[in-house]
C-alpha cells in the first residue's frame, strides 16, 4: 500500500511537472462543471433497495442515503473507524458525528437505523479531511449498492483495487502528456 502511494505521488508530480511545461504555450481547456458534480445511484433486488446521492461542489460535499437496515451494522463500523477522530454522539437510535466551529457547522455525519447524510463546508475545512471524507462517500457508495454481504475486511480489499486503477490512470495520463509535451517541442522547431 505505501509503494501504491508512493507511485502515485510520484506519477503526480510528473505529471504536474509536464502540464506545467506546456501550460504557456497552450490555454486551458474549459470545463462546464468547473468543480461541481452530483451522482445518484439506486440499486433494487427482490427484497433490498437502495439510494444514494452524492454532490460534491466548489462549496460542500454531501452524501445521502437509504438502505435496507441489515447494511447499517457494516455502515457503521465504517464510519466509527474513519471517523475516529470526530466527536461522536449517540442520540436515541441515531449516531451523530460533528465538527463545529465558531458556532458555524463544519463537518455532520448523522446514521439512523437505515438512513445516513454527511455534510462538510470544503471552505472551511482542510483539503486533507475532504479527501478522507470524498474516500469514504465513495467506500459507503460501493457498500450500500451491492448486493452481496460485504464484510469491512472486503471493503479495504476494494479500495486497493480501487487505488490500484487509478494509479494506472495517472500513468496513461502521464504518458499521453509527455507524447504531448514531445509531440509540441517537435511543432515548435
Not at 452524501?63 to 447499517?72: D, G, I, Q, T
Request: net charge positive.
Amino acid at each position: 500500500m505505501k509503494y501504491i502511494k508512493v507511485s502515485l505521488a510520484t506519477v503526480l508530480v510528473t505529471i504536474s511537472v509536464s502540464c506545467a511545461q506546456i501550460t504557456s504555450e497552450i490555454p486551458p481547456p474549459r470545463t462546464p462543471n468547473s468543480g461541481n458534480s452530483h451522482t445518484e445511484v439506486t440499486t433494487t433486488s427482490s427484497r433490498i433497495s437502495s439510494s444514494t446521492s452524492v454532490s460534491d461542489s466548489n462549496r460542500q460535499y454531501k452524501f445521502k442515503s437509504k438502505f435496507h437496515s441489515s447494511k447499517k451494522e457494516g455502515i457503521e463500523k465504517m464510519l466509527i473507524n474513519t471517523l475516529e477522530d470526530v466527536k461522536v454522539e449517540q442520540n436515541r437510535k441515531e449516531l451523530l458525528w460533528e465538527i463545529v466551529e465558531d458556532g458555524d457547522i463544519i463537518f455532520e455525519c448523522e446514521l439512523s437505523k437505515n438512513r445516513l447524510a454527511i455534510f462538510l463546508d470544503k471552505k472551511a475545512s482542510s483539503s486533507k479531511f475532504y479527501r478522507k471524507i470524498k474516500s469514504l462517500g465513495e467506500d459507503l457508495q460501493e457498500f450500500i449498492s451491492s448486493h452481496k454481504k460485504h464484510t469491512f475486511e472486503s471493503r479495504r480489499e476494494n479500495s486497493i483495487g480501487r487505488a490500484e486503477a487509478r494509479l494506472q490512470r495517472a500513468q496513461r495520463e502521464l504518458k499521453a502528456s509527455k507524447e504531448n509535451l514531445e509531440k509540441l517541442k517537435k511543432e515548435k522547431n
